[in-house]
């Protein structure tokens, strides 16, 4: 949930005092496991800035890269599960005054300027330099696993963790790690939130699965109608396999007849009449193929982490077709085999 305290009544010490309670007091309800405050969420809005290390070559401000940074609190990580690969999650010890400011990064932002992570040159101690400065910097105490704060489409960004006790937010918020379905917690954890302020509303309740469906959610819409239609093409191509079989087998009644009379077997008119299916099947995947490889460049904005030209892909849809197309023509094959060659001479 979202919480923005008025700037009127609360400076920096007073906002850090409230976030602390409010972390407090929801931790100790029955049905939660953890609680944290994040100045933001995964996939919401997030604040970037030019950004350096302290013990590489300098780098001219203009040429540096941007990272994305977050304000939180401690157990965060633990909160929102994302993995810690090196290094600390930040603790009490990290309060103003206890020692100097520290961060924590992930591993993309590890592997922009140290190529060889997760070997070679250990990022931790190591100091970010942000902004404009030049010298000093903020120590790195730990590296995280990578969150796709853009949404699942993108790729994720290198990003940096500040404790929240050194930068300190009136607007942030709040996440609630449940042993249940997390909605059953909402008034509990409000009116803690009204115990430590009377006057403090919340805004934008949410579960994480929503935020995560909210940024995919026009992507699965789409996705879900072309799998429709696809659906309706198979149907569409096993009817077509079907009729143009059935209608073939009807027009060489005569001609099975013959091949019948000088002594053809079953599976030699089930192998005739199924070749046929397969023959047109095989046609028409070359002629499929072609054509979804001229229209790949119009997926590529739909698809995860798969290739629009992926191999596996374009073999599986090919051997289903086969098997469809086998499955569509064995009933007019069987049928091919039953014909009386008496009656079949008969015809025309």
């Known amino acids: 949930m979202h919480v923005s305290l008025p700037r009127a009544r609360y400076d920096g010490r007073k906002q850090l005092t409230f976030w602390a309670e409010v972390v407090r007091r929801v931790e100790a309800l029955p049905g939660v496991r953890s609680a944290t405050v994040a100045q933001t969420l995964p996939m919401t809005v997030r604040y970037a800035i030019q950004l350096a290390i302290a013990e590489l070559p300098p780098v001219k401000i203009g040429e540096r890269p941007m990272g994305q940074l977050v304000s939180i609190m401690p157990g965060y990580f ?9 290094g600390r999650e930040f603790s009490d010890r990290d309060a103003p005054g206890s020692g100097p400011m520290v961060a924590i990064i992930d ?10 992570y ?10 970010l330099l942000l902004g404009a400065d030049q010298e000093g910097g903020i120590e790195i105490v730990g590296i995280v696993a990578n969150v796709r704060e853009l949404g699942l489409a993108a790729d994720a960004q290198p990003e940096m963790y500040f404790p929240l006790a050194h930068r300190p937010v009136p607007t942030a918020d709040l996440a609630v790690r449940t042993q249940s379905d997390p909605l059953h917690l909402v008034n509990a954890v409000r009116s803690q939130i009204l115990a430590v302020d009377h006057d403090q509303p919340v805004s934008s309740i949410r579960t994480m699965e929503d935020i995560v469906n909210a940024s995919v959610g026009q992507r699965r819409l789409a996705m879900l109608l072309l799998g429709a239609f696809a659906g309706v093409a198979l149907f569409l191509a096993v ?7 059935a209608y073939t087998v009807a027009q060489r009644t005569q001609e099975l007849g013959i091949r019948w009379a000088l002594g053809a077997e079953e599976r030699d008119i089930l192998r005739l009449v199924i070749g046929q299916g397969l023959g047109l099947t095989l046609a028409g995947i070359a002629l499929g193929v ?10 590529k904005s739909l698809l995860f982490h798969t290739s629009a030209t992926d191999p596996a892909a374009f073999m599986g849809i090919a051997l289903l077709f086969v098997v469809v ?24």
């Open 239 to 245: 009817v077509g396999i079907y009729g143009v079989i």
């Open 290 to 299: 072609g054509g979804a490889l001229a229209l790949t460049r119009l997926m």
């Open 107 to 116: 591993e993309s932002l590890a592997r922009r300027f140290w190529p060889g």
């Open 78 to 86: 633990r909160t929102l599960g994302i993995p810690l690969k090196r």
């Open 325 to 348: 197309a086998l499955l569509a023509s064995f009933i007019p094959a069987r049928r091919a085999t039953r014909i009386d060659p008496i009656m079949a001479l008969r015809v025309g």
């Open 118 to 127: 997760p070997g070679g040159q250990d990022p931790i101690g190591h100091h």
